[in-house]
């Protein structure tokens, strides 16, 4: 397991679509972040995370990677991210 993820764009069209966080506590807090060529996303790996079909003709290119850590307690370690949802 890991304790962040990140996704980095290479390509990213106008109308790619975007990369969707949800907390995975159940508070009903999402996220999107619609990417740009060269950005870099990372986040903690225990947030539910998804991209929906794309409406760009031209491909998205993107590589993604997860970073080893504890996991016993993912939120723990990554609370002074400061990511919001």
């Known amino acids: 397991n890991s304790a962040l993820s990140a996704v980095f764009y290479a390509s990213a069209p106008a109308q790619s679509a975007p990369i969707t966080f949800m907390d995975p506590r159940g508070t009903g807090n999402i996220h999107e972040h619609t990417p740009r060529q060269g950005s870099v996303v990372v ?43």
């Open 43 to 85: 986040f903690p790996s225990s947030l539910f995370h998804y991209i929906a079909t794309s409406k760009s003709e031209t491909k998205r290119i993107s590589f993604s990677c997860n970073f080893p850590g504890r996991t016993n307690d993912p939120w723990g370690e990554t609370s002074s991210l400061g990511l919001k949802l």
